[in-house]
């Protein structure tokens, strides 16, 4: 089954600079990576996903890089604010149809004012 | 709206209890997931559905049972819950894509 990787485990970053945070899978053949958000108390929130054939993808100030040949993928949150304070979870998938994901870790962003 | 929805939010029930956490959407989804979750830990996935009359065991391991006869219902049921099952359980679904949407979650300790 897929193994996934995250780090690190909890993040403090100066508002306005850059956060990123890394994921490491096992299986070759998966195709999709989706980055959950989970504020305290809320349920978790798609925030970008990548597929397989392309490198990166980008959104606003969330970025998502994929390098297949190390099959690592990362997440880039540029100019944070203090609503970016949360945690983070990556996912591969397990399956063929990519329904059954295994989360990592999670990461605790906290953003310093 | 569209939406996922769970009931109860928060329950506190005594050992050897029978329960039932109920998971209802309206996003037109056929594709349906329950996950364990710690307070701020991991994600597991322990069951889920492709549709009516669907039902899998996820990766972890779990003495909790589903059912899957509507398409917009997908509750989970602990015929005899333990303290080791206290946690917080999510429900998700997914359509045609593969983003899945989680519902507000149930918070379940027992005592």
């Known amino acids: 089954g897929e193994n996934v990787e995250q780090h690190p485990s909890t993040l403090s970053v100066q508002e306005g600079d850059s956060a990123v945070i890394k994921c490491t899978y096992s299986d070759s053949a998966s195709n999709y990576f989706p980055w959950y958000k989970q504020e305290l108390g809320k349920r978790p929130q798609l925030i970008i996903d990548?597929?397989?054939?392309?490198g990166e993808k980008k959104d606003q100030r969330i970025a998502v890089t994929l390098n297949k040949t190390a099959k690592h993928f990362s997440l880039h949150i540029t100019e944070t604010q203090p609503e970016d304070s949360a945690v983070y979870f990556c996912?591969?998938?397990?399956?063929?149809?990519?329904?059954?994901?295994?989360f990592g870790t999670g990461t605790r962003l906290t953003i310093i004012p | 709206e569209a939406d996922i929805y769970q009931t109860p939010r928060y329950l506190v029930i005594g050992t050897g209890k029978k329960i039932t956490l109920e998971c209802s959407q309206t996003?037109?989804?056929?594709?349906m997931y329950w996950y364990q979750q710690d307070p701020g830990m991991e994600l597991h996935l322990i069951h889920y559905s492709y549709g009516v009359n669907s039902t899998e065991k996820g990766d972890l391991s779990s003495e909790s049972t589903v059912s899957r006869i509507r398409t917009e219902h997908f509750p989970l049921t602990l015929e005899s819950a333990r303290p080791s099952h206290t946690s917080q359980y999510l429900c998700?679904?997914?359509?045609?894509?593969?983003?899945?949407?989680f519902g507000p979650g149930t918070r379940l300790l027992v005592l």
């Open positions: 990548i597929r397989s054939n392309v």
């Open positions: 996003m037109g989804h056929d594709k």
């Open positions: 998700a679904s997914s359509g045609p894509g593969e983003t899945q949407y």
């Open positions: 996912a591969a998938p397990n399956n063929f149809g990519n329904e059954k994901l295994t």
